[in-house]
């Protein structure tokens, strides 16, 4: 049996801050089902809940080298679902306020991918691939490389690489390669892009496969104005790249069963997701009027398409909706909706936190699901939105175009509004086509059950990862 370590900087349900802790949460599961060895390692954030922590087991702990460094890294395990999670502990590095951003990022995760290395034999996994991803993991395929191919049983295993997101790649001054990250100068070349180190860059060269979460990404990212500056890097070593879209954990996210919704239904009773509309709307005191319900459920930073939401927002109040928002991130944005609440207090909800039951009821509670995003590698918000009956209404970028077919009302088919290119006119005309469609109950009740039969399951990414890991 094939054995993969999939290794994250997050992973649901034990922590995450967005779309890549659902993957590491749900990916490996699929991957088991499909019939492979699969494992996820991350590190033991003091964020983990108690109520997680007290279901691992230790099971030893060893000393890891970086640079001058000696570190201490214990080892536990939790099996969740069948899938084992190995969590990586040292309270110097891990027992943050926030999972990222902290100053000392770079040694943070350069102690972690070294970590990851060096506990293989002490888990008794020696994978056949590694799986890695995003900027936190990318040093991991380096090391490997550069390092520890001589070590037993390290000869043979591969390297998969997935971006989810390309805007953070991990850059650092080229100086501290040796003290931080614990390399010779003569492989700087290997980091070094654009006079910097960029952790990204390295994965990228120095993967067996470089995998990214939807196929319209895999193949934006090759153009500078998705690339972050890397396309360079990737149209070099595109004869490796893989789209790969995302799915959803379907039975996690279900409206049949969510504990967190008021009322479930199936596709079967959609017709009872009103109920759920209500609830929301008494819970979040907006009067309960038949009006469409807009929701926006996102971390609250440009990539959203949040600066052409905040520009037309007026405009938008002038149509008789309601507007529901649920998000954290740059202050700008926190501050504009806030204000906006006071501005319109009949028509606006902003909740400034990060509630993922209360997301469960956004998405099962609104009529239509605004996803503006600039740029969109997959987007899991628009596949929950849609398995809740919720209408997407989306810019058809990356993900967004491959899982948002648009209404088409001459066949019926398509489940979500979309518009083509990034601007207040395009925006507005999809919002004012997305409140139309509400209004025209037939073709609403049609893309509302396109909505809700699509298959946002795991199963068929699962399959196409096996087809790359035996590739490899
Ligand atoms: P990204 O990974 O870019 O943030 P995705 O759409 O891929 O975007 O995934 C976002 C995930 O995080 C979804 O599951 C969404 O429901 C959740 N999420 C985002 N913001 C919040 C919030 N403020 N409260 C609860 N859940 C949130």
């Known amino acids: 049996m094939k054995k993969v370590l999939y290794v994250a900087s997050e ?118 691939v590694l799986h890695c991803n995003d900027w936190h993991t990318a040093f991991i395929p380096v090391v490997l490389n550069e390092e520890m191919r001589g070590r037993e049983g390290y000869r043979n295993i591969r390297t998969v690489f997935t971006i989810h997101n390309i805007e953070f790649q991990g850059k650092y001054d080229p100086y501290i390669l040796g003290d931080v990250f614990g390399m010779e100068t003569e492989k700087k070349p290997i980091l070094e892009y654009g006079g910097a180190l960029n952790l990204m860059k390295g994965a990228i060269v120095k993967s067996d496969a470089v995998t990214t979460v939807s196929e319209t990404y895999a193949k934006e990212i090759l153009d500078p104005y998705f690339s972050y500056g890397l396309h360079h890097v990737l149209v070099d070593n595109s004869h490796k790249l893989y789209g790969i879209v995302n799915g959803i954990d379907t039975l996690k996210f279900d409206p049949a069963v969510d504990p967190a919704l008021p009322y479930h239904y199936t596709f079967k009773t959609r017709n009872q997701k009103f109920r759920n509309k209500k609830a929301l709307q008494k819970e979040l005191g907006l009067a309960e009027e038949a009006l469409p319900v807009i929701s926006m459920v996102t971390r609250l930073t440009l990539q959203k398409g949040l600066d052409l939401v905040r520009q037309e927002f007026d405009n938008l109040m002038k149509q008789e909706v309601q507007f529901v928002l649920l998000g954290t991130g740059d202050y700008e944005y926190e501050e504009f909706f806030r204000q906006m609440q006071e501005k319109y207090p009949q028509k606006v909800r902003a909740v400034i936190n990060f509630d993922a039951a209360l997301a469960q009821r956004i998405y099962a509670g609104s009529d239509l699901f605004l996803m503006p995003s600039k740029f969109e590698p997959c987007g899991l918000a628009q596949m929950i939105a849609m398995r809740y009956g919720t209408i997407p209404v989306v810019n058809a970028v990356g993900g967004l175009r491959d899982t948002v077919a648009p209404y088409d009302h001459t066949t019926g088919k398509g489940r979500g509004i979309t518009f083509q290119s990034y601007n207040v006119g395009d925006l507005m005309d999809a919002l004012y086509r997305a409140i139309a469609l509400y209004h025209d109950k037939a073709n609403y009740s049609k893309a509302k059950a396109n909505a809700m039969s699509g298959d946002y399951s795991w199963a068929v990414s699962a399959g196409k990862y096996i087809e790359l890991y035996n590739k490899l």
Not at 77 to 92: F, Q, S
């Open 11 to 128: 992973a649901a349900p034990f922590v995450k801050t967005g779309g890549l802790g659902d993957v590491a949460g749900a990916l490996p599961g699929a991957l088991r089902q499909a019939g492979l060895d699969c494992r996820v390692i991350l590190p033991l954030y003091s964020k983990i809940p108690q109520q997680w922590r007290q279901q691992m087991t230790f099971i030893t702990s060893i000393t890891v080298h970086n640079s001058w460094r000696e570190q201490y890294c214990g080892i536990f395990r939790c099996d969740v679902d069948g899938v084992p999670y190995y969590l990586l502990d040292n309270e110097y590095y891990f027992k943050r306020y926030a999972l990222y951003g902290e100053n000392d990022d770079a040694e943070r995760f350069a102690y972690f991918s070294r970590a990851v290395l060096e506990v293989l034999p002490h888990i008794d996994f020696i994978p056949d």
